[in-house]
C-alpha cells in the first residue's frame, strides 16, 4: 500500500527534524533537492542550493552554543496538477544545551515528488518571536 502524499511529506519533515536534533548531516542531504533555496526568518538571508544549506547545518552542529529547529506542519497541499506540495506550519529555535526557545514563528515549504521521495525545493521563514 502506497503512503498518501500528506503522510509522505509529514514523515519526511519528521526525519528533517531527528537530524537536525541528532546534528546528522548526512540525513538531511536526501531530503533537500539539488537546486533548494532557503529564506531565512529574522534578516531573509537567501541561502541557494543543497549544498550552501548543508555547510549551513554542518557549521551550526559545529558551534559550542549548537541551535535546534523543530518545524511542525498544520497543512500540508497536495497539487492535483503536478507532483508538488505547500506545507505550512510553526517553527522553534531552542538551545540544544538549556532545550529554551529563543526563536519561533511561520514558515511555508514547497516539495516536489521526484521517483517516489518528496524533497524540498523551497522554504521561506517569519519570525514572530
Not at 531573509?44 to 506542519?73: D, H, N
Not at 492535483?80 to 522553534?92: L, R
Request: glycine share 6%.
Amino acid at each position: 500500500m502506497e503512503t498518501s502524499p500528506d503522510l509522505a511529506i509529514r514523515m519526511r519533515r519528521a526525519a528533517f527534524n531527528r537530524a537536525l536534533a541528532d546534528a546528522d548531516l548526512s540525513a538531511i542531504g536526501p531530503l533537500l533537492a539539488p537546486d533548494v533555496v532557503l529564506v531565512t526568518g529574522t534578516d531573509s538571508a537567501v541561502l541557494s542550493g543543497r549544498k550552501a544549506q548543508l555547510v549551513l547545518w554542518k557549521r551550526e552542529f559545529a558551534a559550542p552554543e549548537r541551535s535546534v529547529y523543530i518545524r511542525t506542519p498544520e497543512t500540508i497541499r497536495v497539487s492535483e496538477v503536478a507532483p508538488i506540495a505547500f506545507e505550512h506550519g510553526h517553527w522553534q529555535g531552542m538551545s540544544a544545551k538549556t532545550g529554551l526557545q529563543f526563536a519561533a514563528g511561520e514558515y511555508s515549504a514547497k516539495w516536489r515528488r521526484i521517483g517516489s521521495d518528496w524533497v524540498i525545493e523551497a522554504e521561506l521563514y517569519l519570525t514572530l518571536a
